[in-house]
DNA sequence: GAATCATTTAGGCATTTAGCTAAATACCTA
DNA sequence: TAGGTATTTAGCTAAATGCCTAAATGATTC
């Protein structure tokens, strides 16, 4: 939660969960979307990839970045709920599923 | 929305928030919840106003924080719609309406 | 194996952040 | 006005962040 919270934190990394919610894309087909240089955005994919929000799959030569978006949902539900604002909850249903890092 | 989810990736800040959600607290009550000092608690409060999360007020020699749960739900549910999230829009109750900044 | 494309790592620099203590300000009460 | 409480500002340090270029790695193809 901590850590996807802080990796939302910056406007680069939310485009790039907006830009893979209708599907993977390569590490270059993202990074050719925003105005930093390559090794930048692999930074900003690595914080992604912590935080459990992504993941790449290694495909001929290239990386495609896929969204995971129950860890997505789970953040945002949950912090919703703490704070009261009505969140459709029925998705945050699933908890140590397929990804719940979150242990560092 | 930047400041939103900058002042929103410190767990201080989203606890802050989650304490304020029932209600107005003054900065000292707030502060004694946190194991850090008053001044660097101060500087979240800060953060928090600047994103248009909190607002404060003067009361008798103190200062009554109190949260603004529409700049919250605005970018939450924001991010949540582009993203692709159900984010259940008919919860987005206005509970005191006429503050939509936002101007980040 | 060599060339090539794709991505990440390494190293460096500037800026921001989070924390602290000490001091200043503001506000209330006697 | 003086004293006391509440909060913020100032000034500092250490660490993290975001960005860059150059180099290293990995994988594909010839």
Not at 1 to 14: T, W, Y
């Amino acid at each position: 939660m901590n850590k996807v919270f802080d990796a939302l934190s910056h406007p680069i990394r939310r485009e790039v969960l907006e830009l893979l919610k209708s599907g993977g894309m390569t590490a270059g087909d993202l990074a050719d979307r925003f105005p930093v240089s390559k090794p930048t955005m692999s930074g900003h994919f690595a914080k992604l990839k912590e935080a459990g929000l992504i993941q790449g799959e290694n495909r001929r030569g290239s990386v495609v970045y896929t969204i995971n978006m129950s860890t997505l949902e789970e953040a945002l539900h949950g912090f919703m709920g703490r704070v009261g604002i009505g969140s459709a909850p029925d998705a945050v249903s699933q908890r140590d599923g397929l990804n719940g890092k979150e242990s560092t």
